[in-house]
């Protein structure tokens, strides 16, 4: 059987998992894997570590060993939208690359902000966009434990800096319609989409700048749950 891959950059977004699957810790290429099973079915979990880059590449290499049957890639994320709040899920339909933008120009007078930008568009004048593979994302639309949270679906925008100030988070809401912002899930797709293996990303709101709502480590434990019982009742069907 195809093993499922979950995802997550930091431990706190995977110690819950580990304990689940009851793994064999293996390092491959300095990345870390957790070889092991959930009700019977082969689960591997994969730490990408922080950032696009590494997660990239942690994808690359997971997909090269193991051929998976799909990715989850899940953890935590930023909420840029008032009416989301802490430990809400989003999963992502689509995922928008933050982080390719072209920088304004300044006059000499001018206080530099190194953020300020003309847009998310490619040399080329297209979006900068990744889809979740759409069989995956029906048959989990239809699963019974998504009734169990508060899930929305929607973008997820995704790129090396921690967006933190009002004004930023609003424009990529309105803008670009994402509902929150994380650092790893682009580099995730990229690699996933090039190499035809499904993915889906799955994000528990763990703050939101425009709520005062502060940064909660200890949110990551819903998503995990909820990869875990996606796990349980996809392969029930398999087997």
């Known amino acids: 059987m195809k093993p499922i891959i979950i995802q997550g950059a930091l431990y706190s977004e995977i110690d819950y998992l ?24 082969p689960v591997i979990i994969s730490k990408t570590k922080i950032g696009e880059i590494t997660s990239s590449i942690a994808t690359v290499l997971a997909i090269t060993k193991y051929n998976p049957l799909f990715i989850i890639n899940q953890g935590t994320a930023g909420a ?67 009734n169990n949270y508060n899930v929305i679906y929607g973008k997820i925008g995704s790129g090396d800096v921690w967006t933190k100030t009002n004004k930023d988070i609003i424009s990529n809401n309105k803008n670009y319609n994402v509902l929150c912002e994380c650092m790893e899930v682009a580099g995730s797709y990229i690699a996933s989409n090039s ?30 749950k909820l990869c875990l019982e996606i796990i349980d009742e996809i392969t029930k069907n398999i087997n």
């Not at 580990?18 to 079915?41: L, M, R, T, V």
């Not at 809400?88 to 300044?106: G, N, P, R, W």
């Open 80 to 146: 840029c939208n008032k009416k989301i709040n802490k430990e809400d899920i989003v999963i992502a339909e689509d995922v928008y690359y933050l982080s390719q933008f072209s920088m304004s120009k300044y006059k000499e007078t001018d206080p530099i902000n190194p953020w300020k930008n003309d847009g998310y568009l490619s040399i080329d004048n297209e979006f900068i966009s990744y889809k979740t593979d759409k069989d995956l994302l029906n048959k989990i639309k239809k699963l019974n434990v998504i």
């Open 195 to 224: 190499m035809n293996i499904p993915i889906i990303s799955i994000r528990v709101i763990s703050n939101n700048e425009l709520l005062n709502q502060s940064y909660d480590p200890t949110t990551s434990l819903k998503a995990q």
């Open 18 to 41: 580990i304990d689940a699957i009851k793994p064999k810790k293996i390092e491959y290429n300095n990345f870390i894997f957790y070889e092991g099973s959930y009700n019977n079915y």
